[in-house]
């Protein structure tokens, strides 16, 4: 099992910036991603953006790219998503999620473990 912690959703002007941590603990795998997804109301969970981590090869949507960027911090089990350039319509909850396995993955069914999800709230 994979436990993952969220932290750092809030609520921030359009424009604003919001920096989302989530660490990992449990298992070890050997291959694995770590992503991040979100889920507006009344809309379907969307991929955001994956680390694989070993590598650190990066996958972005391309509503995010450029405005979006994950990084991770080793030592820690620690993913991080920093948000610069918010708009309103990036509000949602936003969900941390681990892949066990090589591939790049971007549905939310293919996800293994998730965390209990932040909230971001962007305002006009």
């Known amino acids: 099992q994979v436990q993952l912690v969220e932290s750092g959703g809030g609520s921030v002007q359009a424009g604003g910036s919001l920096r989302l941590s989530c660490s990992a603990s449990?298992?070890?795998?050997?291959?694995?991603?770590m992503g991040w997804f979100r889920q507006a109301p009344g809309k379907e969970r969307e991929f955001v953006v994956a680390?694989?981590?070993?590598?650190?090869?990066?996958y972005y949507a391309d509503s995010v790219k450029v405005r979006f960027t994950i990084s991770r911090d080793n030592a820690k089990n620690t993913v991080y998503l920093q948000m610069n350039s918010l708009k309103p319509e990036d509000t949602a909850v936003y969900y941390c999620?681990?892949?066990?396995?090589?591939?790049?993955?971007?549905?939310?069914?293919?996800?293994?473990?998730w965390g209990q999800g932040t909230q971001v709230t962007v305002s006009s």
């Open positions: 680390i694989r981590w070993s590598v650190g090869s990066t």
């Open positions: 999620a681990y892949a066990i396995g090589p591939a790049i993955r971007t549905m939310p069914i293919e996800y293994d473990y």
């Open positions: 449990g298992r070890a795998f050997s291959s694995y991603f």
